[in-house]
């Protein structure tokens, strides 16, 4: 696995102002990080892609997965940029982490410039992806995505339950355990654990909805 970082706005891709096209083919990039450490400077902005560049921005084939993510922190942002390209069938693909929206925005325009003799009109291409969390209280087991310049409809924040702590996104309460009732949204339900199941000190923190404390393993089936 190659780590890449381009320690001036803290992402994995960097084109300043006046430099030249960027090409992207059959790529997979990963953010599992929030924040990175590097000679004592801690970088806290994360992205996969910013560029300022008026050169083409080509990026084909390629999937950028957020598992994690800063909250208001763009993943791609191209501003002031000239031709992008996401491929044919926009077949790149941006996932933000389970829990979060994708938050899209396209402020391309055209700008005229005018001279003594003639006029000319360029297109400037500027555009934002960021993940949004779901609010305090609500929860949801998907991920936003776009693919390209499509935003992938459906993604649906819903009400906490009783037995869940929904703070960030959604995890189990002690002697609670979590499953899934629906797949199209993907809904859950809680139910207290069995005797001697689950935690057995209310103190240790869960990390999932249905994540076991060391004293049971395998599927948990429940009987309606």
């Not at 994995?12 to 004592?40: C, P, Q």
């Amino acid at each position: 696995m190659l780590t890449i970082f381009a320690s001036a706005v803290g992402g994995s891709s960097y084109a300043a102002e006046g430099s030249t096209s960027v090409v992207i083919h059959n790529s997979f990039f990963v953010l599992s990080k929030t924040e990175l450490i590097s000679d004592f400077k801690t970088f806290l902005k994360s992205s996969f892609i910013h560029t300022e560049s008026t050169g083409p921005l080509v990026v084909q084939n390629t999937t950028l997965n957020a598992k994690r993510n800063a909250v208001k922190n763009s993943l791609v942002t191209i501003g002031k940029g000239g031709p992008v390209d996401f491929g044919e069938k926009n077949l790149t693909a941006l996932y933000c982490p389970v829990g979060s929206e994708m938050e899209f925005l396209n402020f391309s325009n055209t700008i005229t410039t005018i001279t003594k003799e003639f006029s000319c009109k360029v297109r400037v291409t500027g555009l934002d992806y960021s993940c949004l969390p779901c609010p305090a209280g609500l929860y949801s087991l998907q991920r936003g995505q776009t693919h390209g310049t499509y935003q992938t409809p459906g993604f649906q924040c819903l009400i906490c339950l009783f037995g869940a702590n929904c703070s960030k996104n959604i995890i189990a309460k002690p002697k609670f355990w979590g499953f899934e009732v629906s797949k199209y949204p993907p809904v859950l339900k809680f139910t207290i654990c069995p005797m001697g199941y689950c935690s057995p000190n209310e103190e240790l923190d869960s990390f999932d909805y249905n994540y076991c404390q060391g004293n049971r393993s395998g599927v948990f089936l429940w009987a309606m």
